[in-house]
């Protein structure tokens, strides 16, 4: 099969398509033939070995992976003889690793179900990772209810899109904050009110907010605070905190800011799992939320794709097929 292989940390350049032998399948496996990839944050910081904390994990001084990619959607060619929910022929999305492949071999229980019947291939590919991250964070950590004013910064990227339309699913007023060229794509979605972020601060504004879901960062904790309703949430999923930490720094300053009010700071990682999926898979069956995709690639052009990912000008999710 031809798979996207990296070997040495840096930009999509590193990237090759390579020839390698199929995935083996345990007992326990699912084997997927891949017929589209979604590319997210997490996979610039496993490029790009940033911060450098991560390569605790990813590797030292080169990747320990060398597959890239953690979301896809396809048909299951061939199963574990322990495997029973899922058959040969099946349509299924989820996430796994080095999913920038022709195929990938997942277990059985991991975060893999059905595909709902009303999408494509690409938009359940576009889906898992930044709508259950969104999910998470809007309903489960944020705990959002009818009536509530939510307001999203960075609502024109891919957890961003995800996160007003779940927010308005829970009865939520929602503010929606982006450049003017992703003004339109965040209205059409169901945003009541949406902030050009060139023109206009949020921080500075009147208006309070019961929740803040802060894809952008770029704002002080302080100011952020200030944008708060007396009792509200405010949840960082990104920020600056330079190369070696990133955003670890920020959430650590804001629980020692927090500590001596009623508003709260919620940090989390939005795990894949079962659960999670089974969620987000019911919102886009009964159309309450709808993936938004920027572009599509071919896999021989994904470097192409992460690259436009990076740049940060994608209005929704970019996709990958095979």
Partial sequence: MKALRYYAYGPPSVLTLQDVGLPTVGDDDVLVRVRAAGVNAGDLHYLRGTPYVFRAMAGLSRPKD??????????VEAVGRNVTALQPGDEV????????????SVRH???????????????????PTAGMTALTGIRDRGRVQPGQRVLINGAGGGVGTFAVQIAKSLGAEVTGVCGAGKAETVRSIGADHVLDYTKEDFTRRSQRYDLILDMGGTHSLA??????????????????????FGPMRRIIGGRLMFLSTSQRLVSYVALP?????????????????TPVIDRTYPLSEAPEAIRRLEEGHARGKVVVTM
Avoid: M
């Fill in 273 to 289: 799992s079962r659960d999670s999926l089974a969620g987000l898979r019911d919102l886009l069956q009964d159309g309450k939320i």
């Fill in 66 to 75: 060398n597959g890239l990619g953690a979301d896809f959607a396809g048909e």
């Fill in 223 to 244: 100011a952020c605070r200030h944008a708060l309703t007396p009792r509200g949430a405010y949840i960082p999923n990104a920020g600056t905190g330079g190369r070696w």
């Fill in 109 to 127: 229980d991991a975060a893999v179900l059905k595909k709902p019947g009303n999408l494509t291939f690409e938009q359940a590919a576009a889906a």
């Fill in 93 to 104: 999305f989820g996430c796994g690793k080095g999913t920038l492949a022709e195929y990938v």
